[in-house]
């Protein structure tokens, strides 16, 4: 079966920087594209970043410039690097894996930006 786990987070103070890791089994990781959510306490999910199958990117306005996202098709693995932290940005972390017929996600990372 299909696996996505997540691994990076945890506390950092404003500024500070993460990279977060998700690692997928059960599939050809390579063919499909993969995505970063998060959610906030009393939010919704919302998307955070995008990584096509080709390698393309894309990022939401709210971490353009600070987040980045890449893919390690050996590793079966793709990972957010997060700078410039701000408490915004604290917030449960998925990472979802996308196929024609069906979505797939991980169970979450906490990331709490703090002093």
């Known amino acids: 079966q299909v696996q996505l786990v997540e691994s990076g987070g945890g506390l950092v103070q404003p500024g500070g920087s993460l990279r977060l890791s998700c690692t997928v089994s059960g599939i050809i990781f390579s063919r499909y594209g993969m995505g970063w959510y998060r959610q906030a306490p009393g939010k919704q999910r919302e998307w955070v970043a995008g990584i096509a199958s080709s390698g393309t990117t894309n990022y939401a306005d709210s971490v353009k410039g600070r987040f980045t996202i890449s893919r390690d098709n050996a590793k079966n693995t793709v990972y957010l690097q997060m700078n410039s932290l701000n408490a915004d940005d604290t917030a449960v972390y998925y990472c979802?894996?996308?196929?024609?017929?069906?979505?797939?996600w991980g169970q979450g990372t906490q990331v709490t930006v703090s002093s």
């Open positions: 979802k894996l996308s196929t024609p017929r069906f979505d797939y």
